[in-house]
């Protein structure tokens, strides 16, 4: 029960941050705001950590 607890809880951290990253590039996008190369190279890589995450827990949360 308590690995099905883990799982759930890597899985909503991993769909919040690809959210989160989402929703700051395309507000800013929409807001007609230059964001900083440094911080669109940041979102990127936060979605990118994020992503394997969310597939394998996502595969996880399936399976059981």
Do not use: F, H, Q
Request: with cysteine; hydrophobic share 55%; glycine share 4%.
């Amino acid at each position: 029960m308590n690995n099905m607890k883990t799982i759930t809880i890597l899985w909503s951290i991993a769909l919040l941050c690809i959210s989160i990253a989402t929703l700051i590039y395309a507000g800013s996008n929409i807001a007609g705001i230059k964001l900083p190369d440094i911080c669109i190279r940041i979102l990127g890589i936060v979605e990118l950590i994020a992503l394997p995450v969310l597939v394998y827990t996502s595969i996880k949360k399936i399976k059981k």
